[in-house]
């Protein structure tokens, strides 16, 4: 049908020329009243009448009562900016006991080959491809060695890991603390505006692009649809659910993208309501709000009676090409 249109497109083309502009006005309108009729007045992307459920598993908010082995990965976390923090919040008494690798770097600047890298403890050399890298380190990383020796295998990923061996595994929802509605309303935005970029010269490209903050969609997008604050949403919650399980050794990985760019974040937690330049003190302001959580993350492993036998791993998977001071 397209070839078909094409051929008959180029075989007219001088007779069509004249109505080119009529017609490039006809679809357009009809795909806009195509969007809103697929959306609907009742139950699409202009109400708010389902809500998806958040509620996280049961049986992954439970922690062993005997010992707990936590993996934290925060996207693109530095040793820098982590000991800066520290220090400005006098957190030494909340990470006394943790011990600092200030020798250790991030073997890539890439989160899929960091990831496997962490889990397989081997490097990327290039005689494998990407794919088949990841793959391996999921199906034979450390985590599937705990489960096999009796491990309770919780997984929290940014990637997935659905080739590992797990006992509960969670993603984190995109619309993790809004609704149906308020995705298809992002999503609808989103796609006007890669319309509007593909189909613009090139001098309005990076006006519509905006960093990547884009054009229209800021309208329709609050704090609760940037990722930063839909995965600290989760993670408060996550922590305020924790609870006692059962005896059995348990390993709980959990990969929080901030404070991964793009930054959103102000110095006292509240959302910027834009994306803001990539400096050191942005980051600042993005890793602080995470390490903050963090913070009351071990708060809870202690009023729980568990955080004694504990072994947590707290890193990031690379760096954000802030220099250190």
Do not use: C
């Not at 075989?11 to 195509?34: D, K, M």
């Not at 890298?117 to 199906?139: C, R, T």
């Not at 519509?208 to 903050?213: C, F, M, R, T």
Request: proline share 6%.
């Amino acid at each position: 049908l397209w070839l078909g249109a094409l051929a008959a497109s180029l075989r007219f083309a001088r007779h069509l020329l004249p109505y080119s502009n009529l017609l490039a006005w006809i679809l357009i309108t009809g795909q806009a009243l195509l969007l809103i009729s697929d959306g609907g007045l009742k139950q699409g992307v202009w109400t708010r009448e389902y809500v998806p459920s958040t509620y996280l598993p049961e049986t992954i908010l439970e922690v062993s009562k005997q010992q707990n082995i936590v993996h934290i990965v925060l996207d693109s976390m530095q040793t820098d900016i982590f000991l800066e923090l520290i220090e400005e919040k006098d957190w030494y008494d909340d990470f006394s006991g943790f011990t600092v690798f200030y020798e250790n770097s991030a073997v890539t600047p890439h989160t899929s080959l960091a990831l496997p890298a962490i889990f397989s403890g081997e490097l990327f050399d290039g005689s494998q491809s990407p794919a088949a890298y990841y793959k391996g380190a999921m199906s034979n990383g450390f985590q599937n060695t705990l489960y096999q020796a009796g491990f309770t295998v919780n997984l929290i990923p940014q990637i997935s890991m659905r080739d590992s061996s797990f006992s509960n595994y969670y993603e984190i929802p995109s619309t993790y603390t809004g609704t149906n509605d308020d995705l298809n309303n992002q999503n609808a935005a989103q796609l006007m505006d890669i319309s509007l970029f593909r189909g613009s010269p090139h001098f309005l490209r990076k006006i519509l692009y905006n960093d990547g903050d884009w054009f229209l969609l800021p309208i329709v997008r609050g704090e609760m649809q940037v990722p930063s604050f839909q995965e600290k949403a989760f993670l408060s919650d996550y922590t305020q659910g924790l609870k006692p399980g059962n005896d059995k050794p348990a390993y709980h990985f959990i990969h929080i993208t901030p404070p991964h760019p793009p930054y959103v974040t102000l110095a006292d937690g509240s959302y910027a309501g834009d994306i803001l330049a990539n400096t050191r003190e942005n980051f600042l302001n993005e890793s602080r709000a995470t390490l903050e959580l963090v913070v009351r993350y071990i708060e809870k492993l202690k009023s729980l009676g568990v955080y004694d036998n504990a072994l947590i791993v707290l890193q990031g998977d690379h760096g954000s090409q802030i220099n250190p001071q």
